[in-house]
């Protein structure tokens, strides 16, 4: 059962109108801030769909839904989004991982023994001994 102290408190003083519009000011800077991030404007432009597996995103989710360069350079943003897919966590890191041996000097195999080749092939005379019967 509710008491008597359940909903919000009011504060103890009056509120100071100075201090109240300089909250007020930064939050709408830090907003604007975060819109002119090319996440956000990929946000904006694209659907909140992984570009991959197609799985769908909301506002609760939305954390888990990455923004790809396509051409894997972070430096090349233009505005009409033409570099960028958004994909889920999971498709951004796959396309990381094949897009690895690509890079020049990474390995993504360090500390994994190499295989060696096989040599012998079993049907190496199948062919001459399919012809002589």
């Known amino acids: 059962m509710a008491g008597k102290n359940s909903g919000p408190r009011k504060p103890a003083g009056a509120l100071d ?4 519009d300089g ?9 604007d801030t975060r819109l002119a991030g ?17 799985r769908t995103f909301l ?11 396509k051409d894997h350079n972070h430096d ?8 960028w897919e958004n994909l889920c966590l999971y498709c951004h890191d796959n396309e990381h991982q094949r897009f690895a041996h690509l890079v020049q000097g990474y390995d993504i195999n ?14 190496a005379g199948l062919k001459d001994m399919l012809k002589s019967k």
């Not at 007020?24 to 800077?29: G, M, N, T, W």
């Not at 996440?39 to 991959?52: D, F, N, T, Y």
């Not at 506002?59 to 360069?69: A, D, I």
């Not at 090349?76 to 570099?83: C, T």
Request: with cysteine; charged share 25%; proline share 6%.
């Open 59 to 69: 506002r609760e989710n939305l954390h888990e839904l990455t923004v790809h360069h």
């Open 38 to 54: 090319y996440r956000e404007q990929s946000l904006r432009i694209h659907p909140l769909i992984c570009a991959r597996c197609g």
């Open 76 to 83: 090349n943003n233009p505005p009409d989004g033409s570099n």
């Open 110 to 123: 360090v500390g994994v023994e190499k295989k060696t080749v096989a040599t012998h092939n079993p049907f």
């Open 23 to 31: 909250i007020v000011a930064r939050a709408h800077k830090d907003r």
């Open 17 to 20: 109108s100075k201090k109240l």
